[in-house]
């Protein structure tokens, strides 16, 4: 026992002496790059000069020493100051801004996406200075739970400017829609957040809509729609994918008409095996898979019709379940098979709203549906700078062009005039 609680004081030492000598390292490299940064500045004004040839631009001194808090622990800086004789009221006055640390900086970008990433992963605002502190050491100070709480709040101002963005430059071709149940403390009905992702042109994956909708009804689907259309989103998306079960595609064809429907296969996978035995499972989601892992249209459609002769007999209310969206859940065939794994199921959404949803477990819920709607557009926000390009992002050209694809494969003009 002695020797266990001396090998852990020992471990401890040796931490806290790592953590000295990062600290450290941090704050020379901090002050070399600052001092290259102001000296390169001043070198390149060095040919302001007056009459007798005297530098203008020059350093003066140091601005008051601060601390800022980085992923190394807190750091204290010296910035140096720098002066245009000319005065400011000279028309080509120039003034220093370091890129490296700006004015009024307390905190660095990482921490800042450390501090709603320690909330949104479930750590309470009464737990959270000691998780701070844990990470970046004793000096993570001014983070209480008073001031997450001011936190949510600027997250909710954020959403609403979002909200209003003007969309007249943006062209999506595929959306991802999903309605996402939370629970909320105060109310006893699920809050249901409607979420819609989208593919630009570059094939980036972009949020593009969240609101605080009335379950997952064809009203609060139109409404977010009809907002998008109306800030500027003019041209329709080629393909959309979600949920069978959705307001959503009520709202798609009256909004975006033209915009092609493909149903989520693992939601349909669901929903079909929930209404067999359990004994039976495991055979019919290998049979299912057959179906849209199919190399064709063709094979698809045979996989499809042994399904139901397999199952209709015994199970009918699985195969009609299966039956009602034939012709929507193979629409996939006719997009490059580069992107059939973004297009068969709404799996961008519902692997980014895990972990708002692990959050929520630990916590039990938001306190209230704005707060709630906050903390998922911020999670949202920080997890879309980690999201994918799409594979073969180089065939939405082709795509935007006309070019027909046939199981996949863009069709030749021959063949496309042919047809």
């Not at 000279?90 to 921490?111: C, D, G």
């Not at 101002?157 to 629970?183: P, T």
């Not at 903390?375 to 070019?403: E, H, P, Y």
């Amino acid at each position: 026992m002695k020797g266990s609680v001396a090998q852990n004081e020992t471990s401890g030492e040796a931490r806290s002496v790592l953590d000295d000598l990062a600290r450290q390292g941090a704050q020379r490299m901090l002050k070399e790059a600052l001092e290259v940064e102001v000296q390169e500045f001043v070198a390149r004004h060095e040919h302001i000069v007056d009459e007798e040839g005297r530098r203008q631009v020059v350093r003066n001194g140091f601005l008051p020493r601060r601390e800022v808090l980085t992923g190394a622990g807190s750091l204290e800086v010296r910035q140096a100051r720098v002066r245009d004789k000319r005065g400011q009221e000279h028309p080509e006055a120039v003034n220093f801004t370091s890129s490296i640390l700006p004015k009024y900086l307390r905190r660095s970008q990482n921490m800042n996406e450390l501090i709603p990433w320690l909330y949104l992963r479930g750590i309470s605002t009464g737990q959270f200075q000691e998780a701070l502190e844990a990470l970046v050491g004793p000096d993570a100070t001014g983070l209480s739970a008073s001031a997450v709480t001011r936190l949510t709040s600027k997250w909710t101002e954020e959403h609403e400017s979002w909200s209003r963005r003007d969309l007249s430059e943006k062209e999506y071709v595929y959306l991802w829609a999903d309605g996402i149940y939370f629970n909320i403390r105060l109310e006893e009905e699920r809050q249901c957040i409607l979420v819609l992702m989208g593919a630009t042109k570059d094939g980036e994956k972009e949020l593009i809509g969240i609101l605080d909708g009335y379950r997952e009804s064809d009203q609060s689907w139109t409404e977010l729609l009809v907002d998008l259309k109306a800030r500027g989103l003019a041209i329709e998306p080629r393909l959309a994918v979600g949920d069978g079960g959705l307001g959503f595609w009520a709202a798609l064809r009256k909004v975006f008409s033209k915009t092609r429907e493909q149903r989520c296969w693992v939601h349909k996978t669901a929903n079909v095996l929930n209404k067999l035995p359990r004994s039976v499972q495991a055979k019919a989601k290998a049979d299912l898979q057959e179906i849209w892992m199919a190399e064709t249209k063709e094979q698809a459609l045979k996989a499809f019709d042994t399904f139901i002769a397999k199952y209709e007999a015994k199970y009918p209310a699985a195969v009609k379940c299966l039956s009602k969206d034939k012709d929507v859940l193979l629409t996939f065939y006719d997009f490059p098979a580069e992107h059939w794994r973004h297009l068969r199921t709404t799996n961008p959404i519902e692997s980014t709203f895990a972990t708002v949803r692990l959050r929520h477990r630990r916590t039990k819920g938001s306190g209230s549906r704005r707060a709630c709607l906050a903390m998922v557009f911020k999670l949202t926000q920080i997890a879309q700078s980690k999201w994918r390009c799409l594979n073969g992002a180089g065939m939405i050209v082709k795509l935007l062009d006309g070019c027909r694809f046939v199981d996949g494969i863009v069709q030749k003009k021959q063949q496309k005039d042919a047809a």
